[in-house]
């Protein structure tokens, strides 16, 4: 993979997370087709939010996701953004919630990442296990 920089008026960055979000108490909730449901709506928050997910996979209680984003934008507001849209995306589709109202566990992981290689980081997002 090539490094691509973002470049913007002011600034020219190559910012990348691994991003983390666990279902509320960790419940075994998502299908394949609810982890398409969720890929997609990432991806379209990505597009209205001005930045990328690069990757994307999850198993049962989990998702993992690879972003590059700009300075302006902070790793909290993307993750607000993604988790609102995406639980209120998924109670519509008609999935069942695993706590009242609640998709996600308010908590995430995220990390920097580029100093492993990202081709490395991708293969293992791609290898995640794949749930029933």
Aim: charged share 25%; proline share 5%.
């Amino acid at each position: 993979m090539t490094n691509i920089f973002r470049r913007e008026r002011h600034s020219v960055t190559d910012l990348k997370i691994h991003l983390i979000c666990l279902t509320k108490y960790r419940s075994s909730v998502f299908t394949v087709k609810s982890l398409d449901l969720i890929e997609k709506t990432f991806v379209d928050v990505a597009k209205k939010m001005d930045f990328q997910v690069l990757e994307f996979n999850g198993e049962a209680n989990h998702v993992h996701s690879l972003i590059e984003y700009p300075p302006k934008l902070s790793i909290s507001q993307i993750v607000n953004a993604l988790k609102g849209v995406s639980s209120r995306r998924y109670g519509q589709a008609g999935f069942k919630k695993p706590h009242k109202q609640s998709l996600w566990s308010p908590s995430y992981f995220a990390i920097s990442v580029g100093g492993a290689p990202l081709e490395v980081l991708k293969e293992y997002i791609k290898n995640q296990e794949k749930p029933c």
